[in-house]
């Protein structure tokens, strides 16, 4: 796993608090938006607890003494809800959010295509093959996965199946 490559802007105090110039928090912003999904990525991220957000490295720069407050982190995910880079796990408490560093139909043409690749059309594999597999889908978290599922069940490439041993899918051609 590599290492975090912090923008500027992680150093700068006032990036820890949504700015009130529309101008400079658009800005801010992109950079958070940015800045979440590649610190996601790296670390295989899939679920952020907003309530446990401050003590991720990624909300709170512990050399300069900042952090993101819970109402900031929320701001932060519903920009990446509105670019379709996050999906809100329980929608009642808006505290765990679904991160997609892929959107879920990026992450559909994924697994579509891993599916093609290990000759896995027109049969069945489970959830534990896709999610042990090698790239981007080592890791990834069920609920996603499923998501991603439902989007290749509607354009008729896939059907999610529940199996004896689990869940598990089979491919179209």
């Not at 006032?14 to 790296?42: G, H, M």
């Not at 709170?60 to 379709?84: C, D, H, Y």
């Not at 891993?114 to 978290?141: H, I, K, P, R």
């Amino acid at each position: 796993m590599g290492e975090v490559q912090w923008p500027w802007q992680y150093s700068f105090p006032p990036f820890f608090t949504i700015q009130p110039n529309l101008e400079t928090r658009k800005k801010q912003l992109d950079a958070w938006r940015s800045l979440v999904l590649d610190y996601c990525r790296l670390h295989k991220i899939f679920i952020i607890d907003v309530r446990e957000g401050e003590h991720l490295p990624l909300f709170n720069n512990t050399a300069i003494s900042r952090k993101l407050s819970p109402q900031a982190i929320n701001t932060v995910l519903e920009v990446l809800l509105s670019t379709g880079n996050a999906g809100m796990v329980d929608k009642s408490s808006r505290s765990r959010w679904y991160v997609y560093w892929h959107t879920v139909d990026e992450w559909a043409t994924i697994v579509y295509k891993w599916a093609q690749d290990n000759a896995m059309v027109n049969t069945v594999c489970t959830f534990y093959e896709l999610t042990n597999s090698s790239g981007d889908l080592n890791g990834l978290d069920e609920g996603i996965l499923v998501k991603a599922l439902k989007v290749l069940e509607k354009r008729q490439l896939a059907e999610i199946l529940t199996l004896d041993s689990g869940s598990g899918v089979k491919f179209f051609s």
